[in-house]
């Protein structure tokens, strides 16, 4: 993979697969990864006027944003996945990757701007060859450079490839939390204190509505979210909550 010297941040020539992408081995965990990243970026930081920083080697996506989440920095890896290839250094980083991925990003943009240090959860997203793949991603903030330009750190490595029946089996989670999240605050607070195991009655207290009415709201929950039984409404926010994408 080309490094990140200022002719192959700005070249449109679209980015090659990564070795790793064929195979899904690597030669380090996830979170060895990470560390491998943040240590880089660590060491780079008070020379970053000098030195390029150069990401080739990880095997994971890396993209750094600033406080208008605009990308300043990323890898080939991030480009092949996410950008179809382009150059992404000094775009909004929501336009360039799929829809749904973009919904997921910036939420946790959203969080961590509110103050969640970081965030680990997986989703799916597709390569440019239209192939889907689970992935892990990690973000972060970067306050310790107290930069404005080096805000946000994103970290994403495909953990499984998704053939047809994978995909049919189970929502992704980005779908999920776009359910979650055309609900109104009733129905989401429901959602959350049925998680917890709080009665119907108990719920109908706290947003002083009836228990009837919350068992209608529960039913158009289920119609929304195409799921049979009230459980699997309690499933769906416990993995959202577990992915850390829903507010404390």
């Given amino acids: 993979m080309p490094g990140n010297s200022s002719?192959?941040?700005?070249?449109?020539?679209?980015?090659?697969?990564?070795?790793?992408?064929?195979?899904?081995?690597?030669?380090?965990?996830?979170?060895?990864?990470?560390?491998?990243?943040?240590?880089?970026?660590?060491?780079?930081?008070?020379?970053?006027?000098?030195?390029?920083?150069?990401?080739?080697a990880i095997e994971a996506c890396v993209v750094i944003k600033n406080h208008e989440r605009t990308v300043v920095r990323d890898n080939a890896a991030h480009r092949y996945f996410f950008a179809s290839g382009r150059a992404t250094l000094g775009k909004p980083a929501d336009p360039i990757a799929q829809y749904k991925t973009t919904k997921l990003s910036h939420h946790i943009d959203e969080l961590i701007a509110e103050g969640i240090r970081s965030l680990d959860c997986e989703h799916e997203a597709k390569d440019p060859e239209g192939q889907s793949y689970n992935f892990r991603t990690f973000k972060c903030q970067l306050d310790e450079?107290?930069?404005?330009?080096?805000?946000?750190?994103?970290?994403?490595?495909?953990?499984?490839?998704?053939?047809?029946?994978?995909?049919a089996r189970e929502k992704s989670i980005m779908d999920l939390l776009a359910v979650f999240q055309s609900l109104d605050a009733t129905d989401?607070?429901?959602?959350?204190?049925?998680?917890?195991g709080e009665s119907t009655k108990d719920i109908a207290l706290a947003v002083r509505l009836s228990?009837?009415?919350?068992?209608?709201?529960?039913?158009?929950?289920?119609?929304?979210?195409?799921?049979q039984r009230p459980m699997e409404l309690v499933r769906i926010t416990i993995r959202l909550e577990e992915h850390g994408l829903l507010p404390n």
């Fill in 7 to 56: 002719n192959a941040e700005f070249s449109f020539i679209p980015s090659p697969a990564p070795d790793w992408v064929t195979t899904l081995e690597f030669d380090s965990t996830f979170d060895e990864a990470k560390s491998q990243v943040l240590n880089a970026i660590r060491d780079w930081y008070p020379r970053r006027q000098s030195e390029s920083l150069d990401l080739s």
């Fill in 145 to 167: 450079f107290h930069d404005p330009n080096y805000f946000i750190l994103s970290i994403s490595r495909p953990i499984a490839c998704l053939g047809k029946s994978d995909n």
């Fill in 211 to 227: 228990p009837r009415a919350i068992e209608l709201r529960r039913k158009k929950m289920l119609e929304l979210f195409d799921v």
């Fill in 188 to 196: 989401q607070l429901t959602c959350r204190m049925d998680a917890k």
